[in-house]
């Protein structure tokens, strides 16, 4: 009889850690992400298969100008391509003027955005062009995406 309770605890054990994931030789999953450079990606949310995914890839830089009067423009659009999830979004744009000039780096916050669903929002940076410079050229990146759970 003690075999027999020895042996469902073993039983138990085993696929508790079978269920929980755990492992003695991975990095884990659904914990921060990073890519090489300045660019970088954070996930912030509990493990999961749909927080594997990069959060960069939810996002988009649709349209990006130069006005005179406006500066340097951009419409990014974040779509939130979980079947069960809803995120928070928080997304930095490198602006960059035609002459090349760097401007600060702006940011735009999406929240709760739902299973599914696609938010947009623009971003602007000022910048006075020299005369008869070109109003084309303009650059507009995504340097930095966190995506948390909301």
């Known amino acids: 009889m003690k075999l027999r309770i020895v042996r469902t605890a073993v039983a138990f054990g085993i696929a508790a850690i079978t269920l929980s994931g755990a492992s003695g030789c991975s990095g884990g999953s659904g914990g921060?992400?990073?890519?090489?450079?300045?660019?970088?990606?954070?996930v912030k949310s509990a493990a999961?298969?749909?927080?594997?995914?990069?959060?960069?890839?939810d996002v988009e830089i649709s349209e990006c100008a130069y006005a005179d009067k406006k500066g340097v423009t951009a419409k990014v659009s974040v779509t939130n391509?979980?079947?069960s999830s809803t995120f928070n979004y928080d997304v930095t744009v490198k602006l960059t003027a035609p002459d090349g000039t760097a401007l600060t780096d702006q940011k735009a916050s999406f929240l709760l955005v739902r299973p599914g669903r696609m938010d947009t929002a623009d971003v602007a940076a000022p910048h006075a062009g020299k005369a008869g410079a070109s109003a084309g050229g303009a650059k507009c990146e995504v340097a930095k995406v966190e995506r948390g759970t909301g």
């Open 81 to 83: 391509a979980s079947a």
């Open 32 to 42: 921060p992400e990073s890519s090489s450079g300045s660019e970088e990606t954070s």
């Open 48 to 57: 999961g298969v749909d927080d594997a995914r990069d959060a960069r890839k």
